[in-house]
């Protein structure tokens, strides 16, 4: 008996080994010091809004997303919020939520991403499960096409209803921010390119801040450039509601994940360290 139980605690000791030897992701902080997910957990539990820059197509972020809500909603009350849903799909987005229509009738009323039922429907039927309100943020995609190729007075044409979907305007917008400004070089001074982004990020803070209530946290998922370096959609609610508590968390590809690059230090306040051979969900 007690050699079966050691041989069992050396099996153990060489999975854990190997398991540590190729592990599928590292958390950092914004220094680069490796932490663990509890301690990433206590910071994150003191924050009134989350928001979760994710690769659109990497399982670890989707699965950690996933853990994340579901450690936060032990918490205090949670509400979930995503870019991957624009704002006037926001009724059969609840209606689903609340059990008043199934999966095939959200499908068909909703525009759904490609990947949904792979990367999104998980956090949505935890919403679902737990009665925990989800939030289309992002603006409509007709409304930020309208920017890039005619610029933002194109807006003024909308209708009120029309505009209910939008930010209000007119609103803020500095083109000397890091990220804006990349655009605009990679669009050869062309506003209108960062603009149809700041349209986004500004729409998504406000719809975030909306259906913010005290003393609960929302966490919202975004692709990682609506994020980084504390700009983006963090810029917009920071622009309106300075006081709340803020966190971020960021996703990153490396070759050799045993230590965050310099590159990718001070993205975010946790940075998600996934190896760039990692599997795509598309």
């Known amino acids: 008996m007690k050699n079966t ?29 490796k932490v663990s997910y509890k301690k990433m957990m206590k910071s994150l539990n003191k924050q009134d809004i989350i928001l979760f ?13 996933l853990e994340v809500s579901q450690s936060l909603e032990q918490n205090r009350p949670l509400i979930m919020g995503a870019e991957m849903f624009e704002t006037d799909n926001q009724i059969p987005l609840t209606q689903y939520i609340k059990g008043e229509i ?22 949505v039927n935890f919403a679902k499960a737990k009665k925990i309100p ?24 909308l209708t009120a209803e029309d505009k209910a979907w939008i930010v209000p305007l007119p609103f803020p917008f500095d083109v000397t921010l890091p990220g804006y400004k990349n655009m605009l070089d990679m669009a050869d001074g062309n506003e209108d390119f960062p603009k149809a982004q700041a349209i986004k990020d500004a729409t998504m803070a406000h719809f975030i801040l909306e259906h913010y209530k005290l003393n609960h946290s929302f966490i919202h998922f975004n692709g990682t450039y609506h994020s980084d370096n504390y700009e983006g959609i963090l810029w917009y609610l920071k622009q309106r509601k300075p006081d709340l508590n803020y966190g971020t968390i960021s996703t990153v590809l490396q ?5 965050l690059s310099e590159e990718n230090k001070g993205l975010a306040d946790f940075i998600i360290c996934i190896p760039d051979n990692m599997t795509r969900t598309y």
Not at 53 to 65: S, T, V
Not at 102 to 119: F, G, H, I, Q, V
Not at 134 to 144: G, M, Q, S, W
């Open 5 to 33: 139980f050691l041989l069992f605690l050396c099996q153990l000791i060489i999975m854990s080994t190997f398991a540590q030897d190729k592990p599928a992701y590292l958390l950092y902080n914004s220094k680069g010091k």
């Open 53 to 65: 820059g994710e690769y659109h197509n990497d399982p670890i972020a989707h699965w950690l997303q």
């Open 102 to 123: 199934d999966e095939a009738a959200l499908d068909s009323l909703a525009r759904l991403w490609p990947n949904y039922k792979t990367d999104y429907a998980p956090l």
């Open 134 to 157: 989800f939030i289309a943020t992002n603006v409509p995609r007709r409304y930020a096409r309208m920017v890039f190729r005619q610029g933002m007075a194109s807006l003024d044409t």
């Open 255 to 259: 070759k050799d994940i045993s230590s």
